[in-house]
């Protein structure tokens, strides 16, 4: 399974949603800590992901401009 930002962030609202549900007083608590954690990994995916862009631009860049100086 593909770890996305998108599989993250729907953890989190379904854990938001089972929090605001909850009835116990340590159900909710959980709840509240795996939504935590589930924004903290969505974050960090989308972090990896923008990170990945950037460097493929560069890449890109770095080999347009090898391939000018060649000609």
């Known amino acids: 399974m593909a770890q996305t930002y998108e599989l993250y962030h729907e953890r989190a609202e379904e854990a938001a949603v089972r929090a605001k549900e909850a009835e116990l007083e340590n159900v909710r608590e959980r709840e509240l800590r795996a939504e935590k954690t589930w924004r903290g990994l969505a974050a960090q995916a989308r972090k990896v992901a923008t990170d990945r862009a950037e ?13 000018l100086e060649s000609q």
Not at 57 to 66: G, L, S, V
């Open 55 to 67: 460097a493929e631009e560069a890449r890109a860049q770095r080999r347009a401009a090898e391939e």
